[in-house]
């Protein structure tokens, strides 16, 4: 017997669980279920407490595929929000938590109606494709402008990783149509050789920008806040974008400010759903 909770983050939905509860022997069958939206609790993911030797707490991250995720943006402030509300940390406090994609720092910022808002310093946008990693053929070490093709169809397309790996495309229309009859396709693509996120993006103006987006190991999903840090992270190289931005999602709105040396910050709502007792 588990104890969990669940929350979302902009329609983003995180099932959180203390690594001690499972000896951290989740296997691959049981995330699947546990992740199923009829036979299981339902989510987008696990989000699972784990020791760290150079932060105040780790985390793991599965996809519902069973598949681990670097990082996750909503992931980190879904579980910045179970620690200030189960580990009973000062809201004044800044924590550091450890991540497969690297260190983050996440501060609690206020609650409204229910929602926390939390921010997390997201770390160092990466643009060199073994960083990322991309496969495409060219003597250019970025990845940036260069063209896809999917059957009759041609995107130019942006790669980046925020901690974990990301393809943006500027498109002048975009829908969840697209994401999810392309953003499929693109995932597996062997240019990526440990598949990608998609992210479809459309500039509204210097300072907002509209995405759609399919999540390797997920599918499409509501929001994401690492893909809102890729999306800026490509529009603020390529001079799209400024440095603030709303980003705008089917799940609501992120905020992501970047500097010159492209360090991300995101802030943004947590909202709890439910806890309980999982039977696995």
């Known amino acids: 017997m588990i104890k969990f909770i669940k929350s ?5 939905d995180y099932i959180v669980i203390d690594g001690k509860d499972t000896d951290y022997s989740l296997t691959k069958s049981h995330i699947k279920r546990i992740c199923h939206r009829n ?5 987008d993911g696990i989000l699972m407490l784990c020791k760290s030797n150079i932060a105040d707490y780790g985390l793991k991250i599965f996809n519902p595929d069973g598949s681990k995720a670097e990082k996750s943006g909503n992931g980190l402030r879904i579980f ?12 004044n406090k800044k924590i550091t938590i ?6 983050t720092v996440s501060e609690f910022v206020k609650e409204v109606g229910g929602k926390k808002y939390i921010k997390v310093e997201m770390g160092e946008a990466k643009f060199k494709q073994k960083k990322i990693p991309v496969k495409v053929k060219s003597s250019d070490e970025y990845c940036i402008n260069k063209i896809i093709k999917l059957g009759n169809k041609k995107f130019i397309f942006n ?3 925020v901690g974990n790996p990301h393809c943006v495309i500027f498109l002048n ?8 009859n392309y953003g499929s396709k693109i995932e597996v693509c ?12 459309k500039i509204i103006n210097r300072n907002t920008v509209q995405i759609e987006i399919w999540e390797r190991g997920a599918g499409y999903t509501l929001a994401s806040g690492s893909s809102s840090c890729a999306v800026v992270s490509v529009g603020f190289r390529l001079g799209l974008l400024n ?8 799940g609501g709105i992120l905020k992501i400010t970047i500097n010159n040396r492209y360090q991300l910050q995101m802030e943004g709502p947590v909202e709890k759903i439910c806890e309980g007792i999982l039977n696995i």
Not at 8 to 12: E, F, P, S, T
């Open 98 to 103: 450890e991540t497969d994609g690297g260190l």
């Open 243 to 250: 440095n603030k931005v709303k980003v705008k999602m089917p």
């Open 190 to 201: 062997n240019y990526f050789p440990n598949r990608i996120n998609v992210q479809f993006a």
């Open 173 to 180: 229309k975009i829908s969840p149509d697209i994401a999810k």
């Open 39 to 43: 036979y299981g609790i339902g989510s």
């Open 159 to 161: 790669c980046v990783s």
């Open 80 to 91: 910045s929000a179970y620690l200030y509300e189960h580990k009973k940390i000062k809201r």
């Open 8 to 12: 979302h983050g902009l329609g983003n």
